[in-house]
């Protein structure tokens, strides 16, 4: 991995990781699925500026066309799916327990490569080091509460859909800029969240720390945040990329919900 793409990981690392607490704050009164449905919205419209400006509206329309199967398979796989997942089960689990089922991901990335990629395999040690990584996840989960158990399996499957999603995007979505491939898969994810969202928004307005905490996940932790990971799927790899779940876990951030509310949340 170049410095260029290590800068990016680690920046990108200290957005994602903030997030966890950022969500934590929204579903003191948001629905999950009204968080992420504006979440989802506030980065796609963060981006389409930054994209006309960058790669221009007719590529960009261009890139669009010829990419929709994939770009929406993605978005409903890499934001849409485990992102509501991950909101959820933070209305029941700290956002620092979160973000530590949460790195599971490059195991599963490790897991799918055996099957899907031809250039991404796992063999020896790592094949071990595989095995001993599971099993750490299942005991991590299954020492959880039994009203906690379903909100942490929700978390592991999060942590599959990102890693079927970096592998399939890595191989689908090869030559379309990282620019475009964040605002298709963002503008998917909102057109399928954003319906069932708006029929779940508060009856009254929601507090500063909650409208901040929504305003810095959709703006920063993904509008500019996916720029970033397509940018390193692109150019480092889908397996280099999900370290990302690794360095996010470390974020100071991300444990920020255990002292400030526990395990408990908002709810369903």
Not at 57 to 86: D, H, Q, Y
Request: aromatic letters at 6%; a positive charge.
């Amino acid at each position: 991995m170049s410095r260029r793409h290590l800068a990016m990981l680690l920046v990108l690392a200290a957005l994602w990781g903030a997030s966890f607490m950022f969500i934590k704050i929204g579903d003191r009164e948001l629905h999950p699925i009204t968080l992420v449905a504006v979440r989802m919205a506030l980065g796609a419209l963060t981006l389409v500026p930054i994209v006309l400006i960058t790669v221009g509206a007719k590529r960009t329309l261009r890139e669009l066309r010829a990419a929709a199967g994939p770009l929406i398979v993605t978005g409903l796989l890499n934001s849409a799916i485990p992102i509501f997942a991950i909101t959820w089960a933070e209305t029941r689990l700290d956002s620092g327990l979160t973000a530590i089922i949460q790195a599971s991901a490059p195991l599963f990335t490790a897991l799918l490569a055996l099957r899907f990629s031809h250039d991404q395999r796992v063999r020896g040690s790592r094949l071990a080091g595989l095995v001993v990584g599971f099993g750490g996840v299942t005991l991590l989960v299954g020492g959880r509460p039994s009203g906690q158990i379903l909100a942490a399996l929700a978390v592991v499957f999060s942590a599959l859909c990102y890693a079927g999603a970096g592998l399939y995007a890595g191989r689908r979505l090869r030559g379309v800029s990282p620019l475009v491939t964040a605002l298709g898969t963002l503008t998917a994810a909102t057109l399928a969240t954003l319906p069932i969202g708006l029929f779940q928004l508060p009856s009254h307005v929601t507090g500063w720390k909650v409208t901040a905490s929504l305003l810095t996940l959709g703006i920063a932790g993904t509008g500019l945040a996916y720029i970033l990971y397509y940018s390193l799927i692109s150019g480092a790899g889908a397996s280099r990329a999900i370290l990302i779940t690794y360095s996010r876990s470390c974020s100071p951030a991300s444990d920020w919900g255990r002292e400030q509310s526990g395990s408990g949340g908002r709810g369903g």
